[in-house]
């Protein structure tokens, strides 16, 4: 299955290898928000700014939109500002603010068009007139081996208080990549270019791609003139009021999913068929009314052999949602402590024998892990994150031991389910789901009968491997 397909259609069918530019600009391109506001106000709010530099970087911004000043003259103040402090500082802080706020706001579809560019070979390169402070994290997490930016001078590890110049914007960025296409021998008249501004012209124009995304008014009228491919992607920033009514339907379609399963239950007279109603319903509601279409590979591996420890790549509220689609009955789950918090959902996952286990003190978890070992053994599937959190970003995070122990204990096989692009509908830390389309794929259930504690690392890698090899990772 591949998605944004019709998105990377382009790039599949074009010349492939290393000849071929691919530069990306960073803020509304890569990133729906501004690296640069991000970056400020973390430091502003953190309290890691001295008054005097923030008088300095307002002045030069509001000079620079002003127009009183060009771009070099808004860096020359902001160099100013940092004279004395040690780079290792913004380093740091350029971390942190990439997976506090920049993380998620990647575009799903920027990243699909740069794993394209990856997989026919081609030279891809950050071009942005943010620093590399702002700039390197997101390239170090996507793979993007060139960063071109604008440089503040640094001595013996401290800053000078100027600008390297010329800095990377207008002409600037023009001059960066024709750098790039000397020394890595690009055929700019094969290269793209992504960028929303019309500042970026002169980059744009000696291009032989010019690829607008999501363009402000004027780079939207000069793309209409000569006729450039123009998108616009919605997936990221802002969400719209019909992305908050959907989100708004799909969590009310609990009150409903409860009262069938209550019905069911007392039809029945079976409390497991009340739990196995209600969650499936609501999976089926809940990802239907927020536009989520889920796409399943291996379907049949989710029947093939119950009891089982189902896992899954934790990367969004979403995936318990998803997971209640899936497996749909007979299943009960491990959380982590803090969910008994939430007042809608904690008391929901307690009543239909959830474990929960505290992520922090291993002892007691391990002793919190008895009961569903005990579920296992009377015949109900487990679904648990072996990662034990949510990752920010698509990438895999480590295996924990505790699901692949339970398997072992209660001799049932593991079933892996990998999910790919749930962060395109939810990404960690937000509240409305977009519309997207999600894929599952179910391997094959993996049996455990023959494992042991001393061999119990190889088997998650083997594991782990799989999942890695799925996500192209």
């Keep these: 299955m591949s998605l944004h397909q019709r998105l990377t259609k382009e790039i599949q069918q074009g010349p492939s290898g290393p000849k071929v530019g691919a530069f990306f600009d960073l803020d509304r391109t890569l990133l729906a928000g501004f690296s640069a506001a991000s970056f400020f106000f973390e430091r502003l709010l953190s309290g890691r700014m001295a008054p005097k530099e923030v008088v300095d970087s307002l002045r030069g911004a509001l000079s620079f939109g002003l127009g009183r000043t060009g771009f070099s003259g808004m860096m020359v103040a902001t160099a100013a500002a940092y004279r004395g402090l040690a780079e290792e500082v913004l380093l740091e802080i350029g971390d942190e603010v990439f997976a506090k706020h920049l993380a998620t706001q990647i575009y799903p579809e920027s990243r699909a068009l740069v794993e394209a560019h990856q997989a026919m070979g081609h030279t891809v390169a950050i071009v942005s007139s943010a620093t590399r402070y702002q700039a390197e994290p997101l390239a170090k997490e996507m793979n993007i081996p060139h960063v071109l930016c604008t440089r503040l001078d640094v001595e013996d590890g401290v800053f000078t208080g100027r600008v390297v110049h010329p ?101 029945s007279g079976s409390r497991r068929e009340a739990i196995n109603t209600g969650g499936a319903l609501f999976g089926d509601l809940a990802t239907s009314l927020s536009g989520v279409d889920l796409r399943v590979e291996g379907e049949e591996n989710l029947w093939a052999q119950r009891p089982a420890v189902f896992i899954f790549n934790h990367q969004s509220g979403l995936d318990l949602i998803l997971m209640a689609k899936l497996v749909r009955r007979d299943v009960t789950g491990v959380g982590k402590k803090e969910l008994l918090k939430n007042p809608l959902f904690g008391p929901l996952l307690a009543a239909s024998g959830v474990v929960f286990v505290d992520r922090f003190n291993t002892a007691r978890a391990i002793e919190a892990l008895e009961p569903a070992v005990q579920a296992l053994g009377d015949g109900l599937s487990l679904a648990i994150a072996p990662e034990g959190t949510r990752s920010l970003t698509p990438r895999l995070g480590a295996f924990k031991k505790g699901a692949f122990h339970m398997a072992m204990q209660a001799g049932v096989p593991i079933v892996p389910v990998v999910f790919r692009n749930v962060l395109d509908a939810l990404p960690k830390d937000a509240l409305v789901v977009r519309p997207a389309t999600v894929e599952a794929v179910v391997l094959p259930p993996v049996q455990t009968s023959n494992w042991t504690v001393e061999g119990l690392d190889q088997e998650i890698k083997a594991i782990r491997d799989q999942y890695l090899e799925v996500l192209g990772r």
């Excluded at 055929?187 to 402000?216: C, H, K, W």
Aim: proline letters at 7%; a neutral charge; aromatic letters at 8%.
């Design 167 to 267: 800095t990377c914007w207008g002409e600037g960025k023009a001059e960066a990549g024709r750098q790039l296409a000397e020394s890595h021998d690009l055929d700019l008249a094969q290269s793209f270019f992504y960028t929303d501004s019309d500042e970026d012209m002169p980059l744009l124009e000696i291009v032989g791609r010019p690829r607008p995304l999501n363009p402000n008014r004027r780079l939207a009228q000069i793309a209409k003139e000569r006729h450039w491919p123009v998108r616009r992607f919605s997936s990221r920033g802002t969400p719209g009021a019909e992305d908050w009514a959907r989100t708004a339907l799909a969590y009310a379609s609990l009150a409903p999913s409860l009262g069938a399963g209550l019905l069911a239950g007392l039809v």
